[in-house]
């Protein structure tokens, strides 16, 4: 796969959010957008589910035969005016109508529900400065879940024209947290790995690699075991492998914190 890589001034600008007021006009703009492709039921067009317009979705003309089907995950810049007549009725149609400046497909794999050796490296495993860049989430933010899918922003340091193959997984059979010290939350325990699959060339540099991770139904799981307490709020714990020493030997882990609400019944 082709990794959605963002850097310098493309990832300063990410979810970069604008809006402009007057003259009948609400505009919002934003660039960067995490969301996955859609087809709406009831009119038939192909929509964005982005958790800016939750729970609504996003239309603009031109989505459909862009290249891009249901369940498709990207990241994408908006305009939308609330103040067109085309969102005067947006509870009724289910979305909002605007306009896109582009959209970019983002890498998507499945998260796994069984464990892998944690002292073992894999062939041709890459180190990750960070599972979750500090402007997405990490230091106990909250996790970019859309779809059942978490959107991971991740840090890594990969030659021109590198492509690297992303896993995450977890324990699914013994989804039994560890209490954070810090909140007293209950942490569930994942790990994102990261492997060279096809060389790149000088020079290297750091990048953001956006990727999209199919979650199943291990944040059920999740959601139905802290229903039985009474926290508001669930940690998941994205441990990687953060140096690689002895020759493959050793492996250096760390972990970056995403916060999950808990959905319960009013």
């Avoid at 603009?60 to 990241?75: E, I, K, Q, R, T």
């Avoid at 499945?110 to 944690?118: A, E, F, P, R, S």
């Avoid at 590198?162 to 997984?169: A, H, K, P, R, S």
């Avoid at 060279?196 to 990727?211: D, M, Q, T, W």
Wanted: one cysteine or more; charged letters at 20%; aromatic letters at 10%.
């Amino acid at each position: 796969m082709k990794n959605l890589l963002l850097s310098g001034c493309i990832a300063a600008s990410l979810l970069l959010l604008t809006s402009c007021l007057g003259g009948g006009s609400e505009i919002h703009t934003a660039s960067g957008m995490p969301g996955v492709i859609k087809l709406d039921a009831k009119s038939g067009k192909m929509l964005i589910d982005a958790p800016y317009f939750a729970p609504y979705g996003f239309y603009a003309a031109g989505l459909s035969g862009s290249g891009f089907f249901p369940d498709d995950c990207v990241l994408f810049s908006f305009s939308v005016d609330l103040g067109d007549p085309e969102n005067a009725d947006v509870a009724t149609k289910e979305y909002y109508t605007g306009t896109i400046a582009e959209v970019a497909s983002v890498d998507k794999y499945n998260c796994l529900g069984y464990k892998l050796d944690t002292t073992v490296l894999l062939d041709n495993e890459q180190k990750i400065a960070y599972a979750v860049d500090a402007n997405y989430g990490s230091n106990g933010g909250y996790a970019i879940l859309i779809s059942n899918k978490l959107f991971l922003f991740s840090d890594i340091t990969m030659m021109s024209d590198q492509q690297n193959q992303w896993i995450l997984y977890c324990d699914a059979s013994n989804l039994e947290p560890v209490k954070d010290s810090s909140t007293g939350l209950n942490a569930y325990m994942f790990y994102l790995r990261s492997t060279l699959s096809r060389e790149g060339k000088a020079p290297e540099k750091n990048n953001i690699v956006v990727n999209a991770f199919e979650m199943g139904n291990i944040l059920d799981l999740i959601q139905n075991r802290e229903k039985q307490g009474s926290q508001s709020e669930a940690i998941l714990r994205i441990n990687f492998v953060k140096d690689i020493k002895d020759e493959g030997e050793t492996l250096v882990w760390d972990k970056s914190d995403l916060r999950i609400v808990i959905a319960r019944e009013s």
